[in-house]
């Protein structure tokens, strides 16, 4: 476990190294959850197999205790940092895969261009969250258009939330379960597995 200043906090990183990796993804945690989420533990686990370094985040709300999120800014700047960090020392030399399980989806899709990463993993992305009587009804699916990058979701087929559509450089796999994607990890696994190897050579010069 690495502690990691942002300018918002200490940040954590768990680190599920691998020797010679091929690749490196860093994963992001979702609302109020933690790194701990059955499906970052599968992707996790099938990245590992497939030869690429690991590192999950815990953004500094977490790490301060606090299960509301912070504002969508302050965890982007903690994010940005913590992946600055991470490319500058323990994944200096490996192709960069960022993404993470709701929330952190949104995140690593946000902030992708700062991040230099060839390529997001989107666990559970919430496209459509419920809608409050005082506000309008919101969509998310500009934050995933905007990704010009490979992209895999990985979504719950009775997700609330809703299923995003697949796109010119996004692959959409719908798995058993719902926004937790807790019915069938190993589907998870086998879905990050299958796309994960093809995209570490992806906008790379």
């Known amino acids: 476990m690495l502690e990691i200043e942002t300018p918002h906090g200490p940040a954590r990183a768990y680190l599920h190294a691998v020797n010679e990796p091929r690749g490196a993804l ?4 979702g609302a109020g959850g ?3 989420a059955p499906d970052l533990v599968a992707a996790t686990k099938a990245a590992n197999e497939e030869g690429f370094t ?3 985040v815990e953004q500094p709300y977490r790490v301060a205790g606090r299960r509301s999120p912070a504002p969508a800014k302050q965890l982007d700047a903690a994010w940005i940092a913590v992946v600055t960090h991470l490319k500058a020392k323990q994944l200096a030399d490996p192709p960069l895969v960022v993404g993470g399980r709701s929330l952190g989806a949104r995140v690593a899709c946000r902030t992708v261009d700062e991040t230099g990463a060839v390529a997001v993993l989107c666990l559970a992305f919430p496209l459509d969250p419920p809608r409050r009587a005082d506000k309008p009804r919101q969509n998310r699916l500009a934050e995933l258009e905007a990704v010009t990058v490979p992209m895999l979701v990985v979504q719950g087929e009775r997700d609330p939330f809703g299923i ?3 796109g010119p ?3 959409v796999m719908k ?3 719902d926004h937790g994607l807790k019915a069938d ?3 998870v696994s ?3 597995r299958e796309w994960l190897p093809g995209v570490v050579g992806a906008g790379v010069t």
């Open 164 to 166: 995003p559509p697949p």
């Open 54 to 56: 690991v590192a999950l």
């Open 190 to 192: 086998a879905a990050v």
């Open 26 to 29: 860093v994963l992001g945690h």
């Open 185 to 187: 990890p190993d589907a």
């Open 169 to 171: 450089t996004r692959v």
């Open 34 to 36: 933690g790194v701990q």
């Open 175 to 177: 798995v058993a379960g």
